[in-house]
Structures are given as structure tokens and as C-alpha cells.
């Protein structure tokens, strides 16, 4: 990460701001604005996707309805470099390389592109009734699961068979009405006849009913020829895991890096990268070494085209997964800083808080850090886990973690859990909230978690919606139906209530310390903790003559910042 300017990052879909990516340059070209930002975390609808807000990509050419070439320029007129993604584990359905296959089947240039479920398990399972590999039990037991069920999606061939493919994240079929005419093949049938079944049929799929479970009747002898067909009008969403053995998929790797870094790209963070190496056996999360192989593979690909890595991962602190990848010299995201931050600031301590920004420091690890961001507040992240028979502490007990999960859902939170593969819940995964309905929707208490945020090391990477104090938005995540909790956090504002929320002290204020932490030459030099009494947080940064320190009360929630400017000592307080 040493190529990279350690000032603050910006964090936003190409529409948050307005209907189109020139809005947010729009708003970043305000006076208010001046001088706040040095990089910008542009999320994936930058790119043609059709699902999960951008992370289901079709192809990593720009999204033309979002995005233009001329925003590119006006973001690089003020020297503010970019962050994207790619999706290392999964594409679209619509993907041009899925499209083939489900066109072609097994005469497709991309037929190992992606993985045949029932292919993978061959020889280490049973096949059910419906001719699905159910894996052996040891293995089954092992595996890693994103969802409820098995992470497969069944796809119709050409010859009209099913087949399951591997699908760890989200998918959704949909089934389209039948007509009289689509029967036209099914012998004895007179039109009174087919129009008594597309009327069943097309009744049970508006009911989402199983099409297995509808009763035809006197027609039950055309039951399964009927299915066929209406599972051959069928289309798709869904993010299908690609097959990293395939030559083809490195050469795609080869081909979207060179493109990304043509945009501008100078950090590329290696979305669901924990995912992508599989093995019989294995719990195909995080799997070693093969997903070191490919981590280093990737970085091989990264360094040809000047790009910077920083790899997500979602693990229990106790695994230390993070160390792991930190001593590879990665640089990781700091996803345990938005609980811990919650939680000293609920429970007015320092404790756990500073152990974990000590233990970064020692540790020399390079970080960029949040409060809000796209997805949700990580839970699971900040708990213990047993390895090897030895239980490895979190940085929170269970107990504490629960307490704040809680006090988030009181606020009007959501959860995402994990699952078994029998579709029981094992664990809680995240909270979704904005970062101030989380905090209670105290501007005081806002303001205090932007601060310690700016004050800790790493990069500081700032949600959009964080700066303008926004609230969970409960309508947007009921209209988004199953799984769109995330929306909770997603509220696009247009400029006119950019404009107005300017107008507020908490904007003014996070603004006001954004730019200090973007600009301050103190940032660039060295962090230090000061001991103090558990319900105080005392942090200083120092480059030779400029120094910042920040003094908070987490009791009181009051804190103040002095600094120096042009050599000149300033003194910024915030109370009450």
C-alpha cells in the first residue's frame, strides 16, 4: 500500500449521489468539498452487472447508463485516485461465458468455465432422486456455507436436462407464463384441454408454487413434458462460482485487470477472493494453501498493471486470517473498527478499542478502515474460534458482541445469518443499519466515531450516506424483498439534498475533520496511544514539526483536536 496516498477515501455507487456518476463529481467540486478526498472506492454498478447492487458482473466494461469516460477525467483533474473491484469468485448468469454455455452445453468454449457440481463430487458422493450429487457427509459437514440449502443453481442444457451449478452467493429464477401455443407439441390436446393447463400452471407460478407439487388432474399424463417446458422458459439471475483450474478464467484475469487499470484504477480490491479455490474435502472458504496460489497468482497479473491489491475477507478474528494475509504483505480491511468503535462508545471504554489499534501498530499492518459502508457493520468478524482443539479470544466476549447486535436491532437493525447445509442458521454474519441509526442517531455520538475513525491508523474510507448523518431506510429495504437488507444503508440523495445537508453542523463538522486527516502532513508520519483512564481515548500522529492529537471522553462523548497548520498551533473542540 505504499504507493498509495494515505489520505481519506470516499465510498459510493456511480448513482448515490444523483442519477449518474458526474453528480458525485459534481458534489466533490463544491467548495465544501475542496481538498476533503484523495481516493474514491466507486462500487461495482461502475461496471455492466444485473444483481446484488454491482457484485454480479456481466462484464467489466463501464456501465454507460452511470458512468462516462469525461468523469474519469474530471475525477483525475482533482487528483483523486480510484478503487474498484473484481469479483474473483463469481459472474453473472449473463456473463457472456455463462450465456455460451446454457446456448451450447457441452460442445461451449466454456464449458469449464464454471463448475458442474455434480462433476466436482463424482466418486465422493450419492446422487439423490432428482439426480443431484449429494456429497458425502464429512464433506458436507465441512463446507463453508454464504446461504440456506446447497450453494447450487440448476441450469436447463440444450438437451433439456438439468444441471446443478456451483453458486455460493445469490440467484433467482423466475418462471415465465405459459400459452397454448408453447403445448402445440404435446399430442391429444385440443385447445379447451391447453388452455384448462396454462391456466393451472400460470396460477401456481403467480402463487410461486413448486411446479412438481401442481395437481393436473386428468392431464397428469402430460405433467412432466409440461414442466419441461415451462422450465425451458425460464430465466435467471444469479452469481455463478467460476472453475479457477480453467486456463480460460486466468486469461480473463489477465484481460479485465489490463482494462480496470486503463480506467484509472490504482487499488483493486479482490471481492469474495476467499471463495474461489475449491477442493473435495476442504472447506472451500479460505483453503490452504491453493488460495495463497491463486492469491499470488493474481498478484503476479496486479503488478504488470501497476495495481495495488487489497484483499476482503470476513472471518472470526480468531482464525487470524487477517494476520495471515497482512504477512503475505497484503494490505487488509479493517472490518473489526466499526464493532469496536459501537461498543466504546455504548460502553464507554477503551479497552478493546485500543488493543486492537495497538496490536495494528506492532504488528505493522497496512489498513483502510470504515465506519458504514456498502455492506453491512460486521459481527462475526470480531469473534473467538476454536482452531486445532484451542479456543483463539476475539476482540469482543460473545456476550458484548450480542449486547451490541441487540442494541442495533433496537435501533431498528437488520440481521444476515449464515447457514448450514441444512439450511439451519449457525451464526449471525452482519448488522445492517446506517452508522448513525446504529448509533442511535446521536450527531454527538457520530461525530466522536468520525473522529477516532480519522485518528486511527489506516486509511479512512467514508460512506457517502455516513457524511450527511443518513437513517436506516426501512421503506427501500422492505421494497428490495428477501435479502435486500443491505438497502437499510443505500438512500441515493440527489444534489439538491447534498446542498441541504451542507447546511447542517454534523456535515460541516465530519468535513471539517475529513479535510484536517486529507491534508495534515501529520498523517503521514507516526501514530501513537497515550495511556489514559478506560473511559478516555488519547491519539497522536506526528511528521517531524506537524503534529495532531485527538482527546475524546467516551462518557461524555465530548473530544477535542488540536493541530498544527503552517507551523501555527490550532485547538478544535466539539461538546455538547
Not at 472506492?41 to 447492487?53: E, H
Not at 503552517?566 to 473542540?573: D, F, L, Q
Request: aromatic residues 10%.
Amino acid at each position: 500500500m505504499s504507493k498509495i496516498n494515505n489520505g481519506v477515501m470516499l465510498n459510493a455507487y456511480p448513482d448515490s449521489i444523483g442519477t449518474h456518476l458526474k453528480d458525485t463529481v459534481a458534489m466533490l467540486q463544491l467548495p465544501a468539498f475542496a481538498n476533503a478526498f484523495s481516493l474514491f472506492y466507486v462500487l461495482p454498478t461502475f461496471f455492466n452487472s444485473d444483481l446484488d447492487r454491482g457484485f454480479s458482473i456481466i462484464d467489466y466494461n463501464i456501465n454507460e447508463e452511470l458512468v462516462s469516460t469525461k468523469d474519469l477525467e474530471a475525477l483525475e483533474a482533482l487528483n483523486i485516485m480510484l478503487k474498484f473491484d473484481i469479483v474473483l469468485n463469481h459472474l453473472s448468469v449473463a456473463s457472456p461465458q455463462f450465456k455460451d454455455l446454457i446456448a451450447h452445453g457441452d460442445a461451449s468454449t466454456y464449458k469449464d468455465f464454471f463448475i458442474d457440481w455434480n462433476a466436482f463430487w463424482e466418486g465422493n458422493g450419492t446422487k439423490n432422486d432428482e439426480g443431484l450429487v449429494i456429497p458425502k457427509k464429512e464433506y458436507l459437514d465441512k463446507l463453508f456455507m454464504r446461504k440456506s440449502g446447497l450453494p447450487i443453481l440448476n441450469v436447463v442444457f440444450p438437451d433439456g436436462k438439468e444441471r446443478p451449478y456451483w453458486n455460493t452467493f445469490y440467484q433467482k429464477i423466475t418462471y415465465h407464463p405459459i400459452s397454448t401455443e408453447d403445448l402445440t407439441s404435446l399430442a391429444g390436446l385440443d385447445p379447451e384441454d391447453a388452455t384448462t393447463i396454462c391456466n393451472k400452471v400460470n396460477t401456481a407460478i403467480a402463487k410461486k408454487q413448486e411446479l412438481k407439487s401442481i395437481d393436473f388432474g386428468e392431464y397428469k399424463g402430460h405433467k412432466a413434458a409440461v414442466v419441461d417446458i415451462v422450465n425451458s422458459k425460464r430465466s435467471y439471475l444469479g452469481q455463478m462460482d467460476v472453475n479457477a483450474k480453467s486456463p480460460l478464467v486466468w486469461e480473463f484475469y489477465e484481460e479485465v485487470l489490463a482494462k480496470v487499470g486503463s480506467y484509472g484504477c490504482q487499488i483493486l480490491r479482490l471481492d469474495a477472493f476467499a471463495y474461489l479455490h475449491k477442493e473435495v474435502g476442504e472447506t472451500n472458504f479460505f483453503n490452504k494453501p491453493g488460495t495463497w496460489d491463486y492469491l499470488a497468482k493474481i498478484n503476479e497479473i496486479a503488478q504488470k498493471n501497476q495495481l495495488v491489491l487489497l484483499p476482503e475477507i470476513h472471518a472470526e478474528y480468531g482464525l487470524h486470517l487477517h494476520d495471515e494475509v497482512a504477512q503475505e504483505g497484503y494490505a487488509i480491511y479493517d472490518f473489526f473498527l466499526p464493532g469496536l468503535l459501537i461498543h466504546a462508545i455504548e460502553k464507554g471504554t477503551h479497552t478493546a478499542l485500543l488493543a486492537w489499534g495497538k496490536e495494528i501498530i506492532e504488528k505493522g499492518y497496512q489498513t483502510v478502515n470504515m465506519l458504514g459502508c456498502h455492506d453491512g457493520i460486521p459481527v462475526m468478524d470480531l469473534k473467538g474460534k476454536e482452531v486445532n482443539g484451542v479456543y483463539q479470544k476475539g476482540l469482543l466476549e460473545d456476550a458484548e458482541i450480542e449486547a451490541m447486535m441487540n442494541l442495533i436491532l433496537e435501533r431498528g437493525g437488520r440481521v444476515k445469518n449464515l447457514y448450514g447445509a441444512d439450511g439451519q442458521k449457525i451464526g449471525y454474519y452482519q448488522v445492517n443499519a446506517t452508522y448513525f441509526s446504529a448509533l442511535g442517531e446521536s450527531e454527538q455520538k457520530l461525530l466522536l466515531a468520525r473522529a477516532i475513525q480519522l485518528f486511527m491508523p489506516g486509511i479512512p474510507q467514508v460512506w457517502y450516506l455516513d457524511i450527511f448523518a443518513g437513517k436506516n431506510d426501512y421503506a427501500a429495504a422492505d421494497a428490495a424483498g428477501e435479502g435486500g437488507h443491505k438497502e437499510i444503508n443505500r438512500t441515493n440523495l440527489s444534489l439538491e439534498a447534498v446542498k441541504a445537508g451542507l447546511e447542517r453542523e454534523v456535515v460541516k463538522q465530519q468535513l471539517e475533520m475529513i479535510r484536517l486527516r486529507n491534508t495534515s502532513l501529520a498523517f503521514q508520519g507516526a501514530v501513537t496511544f497515550h495511556d489514559t483512564s478506560e473511559e478516555r481515548i488519547h491519539i497522536t500522529w506526528r511528521n517531524e514539526d506537524a503534529y495532531a492529537t485527538l482527546d475524546a471522553n467516551l462518557k461524555t462523548h465530548t473530544f477535542s483536536i488540536r493541530y498544527t497548520e503552517n507551523g501555527e498551533e490550532k485547538v478544535w473542540k466539539v461538546s455538547h
